[in-house]
């Protein structure tokens, strides 16, 4: 593998030089402040060793907490992406995308590493697991307003939920985060809007994925059998799982 390392005054056009030499496949591997200005560690993605096929017939293993896991989870537990990619849905690389976010160096290397992972992934299995069939469903459209008065509602001050140049510039977000509780809060009003009069007995919910309110995202529901209790989960507009929980009623 080429790892080369790249000094610049500023992280832009210590990131035009990575480019320059790796060209548009290049992989940030790392960013940080040194003593003149910035220095950044990349590499090209195509010198990244081939994914090998999962092997067949074999039980798969729940994998480890990394760093993504962890940083979703933070945004999801602070009151403060099922998978079908729809066709035509390009996406940018890296290099257009570091240029246009103007990243925060932890912010920019989860970014990359997320990147990294999600096309692993689509090598290994073809794409993401396709969702299920969906009973119950709904369309949510995030906006800023929501967000803000969602904010309000639970004293939650943290500005990546209603500053969107504090989110995209400091933060290195690509938009307004919209909060994790706040979907469990859907996901919960999902059940209560298909199964009224039922009281909740139990609910839980676990965030794996940030949600952003660049897109509508999607609420929905699985009952189960008996009746008792509600499968629930939500899903980004690329069909990614970002929220999932369960719900058992009285």
């Not at 990394?66 to 099922?82: H, I, N």
């Amino acid at each position: 593998m080429n790892i080369q390392r790249f000094h610049a005054p500023t992280a832009r056009e210590a990131l035009a030089k990575a480019r320059m030499t790796f060209g548009d496949g290049t992989l940030i591997l790392s960013n940080r402040p040194v003593d003149g200005g910035v220095e950044v560690v990349a590499t090209a993605e195509d010198s990244l060793p081939p994914a090998q096929p999962a092997p067949q017939l074999q039980p798969v293993a729940q994998p480890q907490r990394g760093r993504l896991q962890d940083r979703a989870d933070d945004l999801a537990a602070s009151p403060v992406r099922s998978q079908q990619a729809h066709p035509g849905l390009a996406r940018s690389s890296v290099a257009k995308d570091a240029e246009k976010l103007a990243m925060s160096t932890l912010s920019f290397q989860d970014y990359v590493r997320e990147r990294m992972l999600r096309r692993r992934q689509e090598a290994l299995h073809g794409g993401a697991a396709a969702e299920p069939q969906a009973p119950w469903r709904r369309q949510i459209v995030p906006d800023p307003v929501l967000l803000f008065r969602y904010s309000a509602l639970t004293f939650n001050g943290h500005r990546i939920h209603y500053d969107r140049r504090y989110v995209t510039e400091v933060e290195g977000y690509p938009g307004l985060v919209v909060h994790g509780p706040l979907i469990a809060t859907l996901l919960v009003d999902l059940a209560r809007r298909h199964v009224p009069g039922r009281l909740v007995r139990r609910f839980e919910f676990r965030a794996v994925r940030p949600t952003f309110d660049l897109h509508p995202f999607f609420v929905s529901g699985q009952p189960s059998a008996d009746g008792r209790g509600v499968r629930l989960w939500a899903h980004d507009h690329e069909g990614w799982l970002t929220v999932q929980g369960a719900l058992e009623f009285e």
